[in-house]
């Protein structure tokens, strides 16, 4: 058996016993006087880079000494690896050449005489010097990962032949390749546990998202071991916008800004960012996040925005050489080249005069209400107020892009913030309506069983904006402006009876039949719609339609019956979908 060592002083006496159970068997006690202390054995050593070794000497006439190399530790000096450890000995005219595996700090000579029990001396030359805090530093460090996608964790120990314990934060790799540079991530510091254990909580489990350890003026970096991501996101252009698509297999958000690319490592963001969520309880699905303008050479900034540390990916679309092919592609719904050619033209010359633009025009906000039906009626609701924005030039109030002030203050202080914002402004609250707001709307007015539909609560931005609404309508005359609030509808979504009687002295606008009407309402009677806004409108919806009858849903949401007295009326049909859930703003 073997005991830990202890530290005794000269003089003192060592009693060492030992017994086995059952007695008998075994029974052994020794004492030791700790001689005083006398000088250890004098030598010299010569450090060897080229051989990557130690020679030894002794002085001339001195007597001969036995040397050996050992990694220093707390009290003991452990001894190489079997293939290095060697003990040799060293006379006045036979010096010894001892040689290393690694040059580490803790690297040391030590030299005892021959006889048993001699005193030993050791010297440790590398603790100061530079070169051994170098690679072969880290490399005698072994890594363990225990990082986990699910927890949102990041862990990883380590244990050395050192007793070193390095400072450890995290830093964002720009690619996955071994030399490529790692930019630090601030305010990311993990303190090390008693066992060497670094652990990072709320972070997104990625693999260029690594820890970089640090000990002087060296730095390693170790990157998680798993190479599987919990989430992924690819780009393409669509008619003139940038189309994010995301694939997670966890809850997460996930926010994006356009940047403008000022070299290789950086790019200049410019807001407003945008945010998507995958709920929490949703299997593993997918999500578009639609940009709602997008020019030649600008790229997109994409991160985890649900946990405190992430890094943000940057996706550039490759439209170098063959621009003109890529973007009539994404034009294609029956615009043709020559729509192409007009939007590149006014893109770049809105680019080149846009501060001219935006001192000489300024378009009022628009706040845009929703139910939140599904997922990918929530997709259709970005298009469209993506659309609008591009199209019109002006500000759109859309919770769905701004999750995370949405998350810091609430859905109803959100949603009143921006309503005062409306009013000041003199713009107008737009109320997308479909058949599930119909629903919705019985649902706040007690009048309906929820059933397999979606139960707007009283802390939701559909029920939060029914109550805004509603007081306004009630309060004195001339308390809301004319066309403040304007209701709009897509025609395969729902039908004109499918909104409230009580709102119907609002002004209704059937899209995308309407959608000239309803861009002078909005924007002024000055105001005109693109020629391509019609047919976009168009196009979202029978993608929402296709999307829907992918995932099982009947192709028709709104369909007709007849009453006792014969007439047609609007039917709403429930729908049992995985994704109708109660939204989720936290």
């Known amino acids: 058996m073997q005991f830990d060592c202890f530290p005794a002083k000269e003089g003192q006496r060592v009693d060492v016993s030992l017994k086995t159970i059952p007695d008998g068997m075994l029974n052994l006690s020794k004492s030791l006087i700790v001689a005083d202390k006398q000088p250890g054995p004098e030598f010299h050593h010569t450090w060897v880079p080229a051989k990557r070794a130690i020679e030894v000497s002794v002085v001339p006439e001195g007597p001969a000494i036995i040397v050996r190399l050992c990694h220093q530790l707390a009290l003991e000096c452990e001894e190489l690896q079997q293939h290095f450890h060697q003990q040799e000995r060293v006379s006045s005219h036979r010096p ?38 170098g690679p072969d530093l880290w490399s005698s460090t072994h890594f363990q990962d225990y990082s986990s996608s699910n927890k949102a964790e990041m862990v990883m120990t380590l244990s050395n032949r050192c007793l070193l314990q390095p400072n450890a934060s995290l830093c964002w790799k720009e690619s996955a390749t071994p030399e490529a540079f790692c930019q630090d991530i601030p305010n990311s510091t993990a303190t090390a546990g008693p066992d060497q254990e670094y652990v990072l909580e709320e972070v997104d489990v990625h693999p260029q998202l690594c820890f970089k350890f640090s000990f002087g003026n060296s ?159 929530k997709q259709l609701v970005c298009a469209f107020a993506a659309l609008l924005r591009s199209a019109l030039g002006c ?22 913030a921006q309503r005062e914002h409306i009013d000041r402004e003199q713009g ?22 929820a059933g397999s539909r979606l139960a707007p609560e009283p802390h939701d931005l559909f029920g939060a904006a029914m109550a805004c609404l509603q007081g306004e309508l009630q309060g004195a005359p001339g308390a809301m402006r004319q066309s403040e609030w304007v209701i ?21 606008y059937r899209l995308p039949q309407e959608l000239p009407g309803l861009v002078r309402v909005l924007q002024g009677p000055s105001s005109s719609a693109p020629s391509w806004l019609r047919a976009r409108a168009k196009t979202l919806v029978c993608r929402l339609l296709k999307a829907e009858r992918k995932k099982g849903l009947r192709s028709r949401l709104y369909q007709p019956w007849k009453t006792s007295t014969g007439r047609l009326a609007g039917s709403l049909v429930p729908l049992a979908h995985p994704h109708l859930r109660k939204p989720n703003y936290t």
């Open 488 to 508: 709009a509808y897509f025609s395969k979504l729902c039908g004109r009876r499918d909104i409230p009687r009580a709102l119907r002295l609002l002004p209704r």
């Open 428 to 449: 107008q609250v737009l109320l997308l309506w479909s058949a599930g707001s119909a629903h919705a709307y019985g649902l706040w007015r007690g009048k309906a069983s």
């Open 395 to 416: 500000p759109v109030l859309l919770d769905l892009w701004e999750l995370n002030l949405v998350r810091q203050l609430g859905i109803l202080p959100w949603m009143y």
């Open 96 to 133: 010894a050449l001892l040689p290393y595996e690694l040059l580490l700090p803790c690297l040391c000579i030590e030299a005892s005489y021959e006889q048993p029990d001699s005193q030993r001396k050791k010297v440790c030359p590398f603790r100061d010097l530079q070169e051994a805090y």
């Open 219 to 377: 730095s390693h970096t170790e990157c998680p071991h798993q190479t599987d991501t919990a989430w992924n996101v690819s780009v393409s252009v669509r008619f003139l916008q940038l189309h994010l698509h995301f694939h997670s297999r966890i809850p997460a958000s996930f926010s994006s800004v356009l940047c403008q690319r000022l070299s290789p490592s950086h790019c200049e963001p410019d807001p407003p960012v945008y945010t998507v969520t995958h709920l929490e309880g949703s299997s593993a699905g997918e999500l578009d996040l639609i940009l709602p303008s997008w020019v030649l050479r600008s790229c997109v900034l994409v991160w985890r925005s649900d946990v405190r540390f992430s890094g943000k990916q940057l996706l550039c679309p490759d439209v170098s050489h063959k621009h003109w092919g890529l973007l009539a592609l994404g034009l294609g719904l029956g615009l043709g080249l020559l729509v192409t050619v007009i939007l590149l033209v006014r893109s770049v010359l809105s680019k080149l005069h846009g501060d001219a633009a935006s001192k000489c025009c300024s378009r009022p906000p628009i706040l845009l209400i929703y139910s939140p039906d599904s997922e990918e009626h």
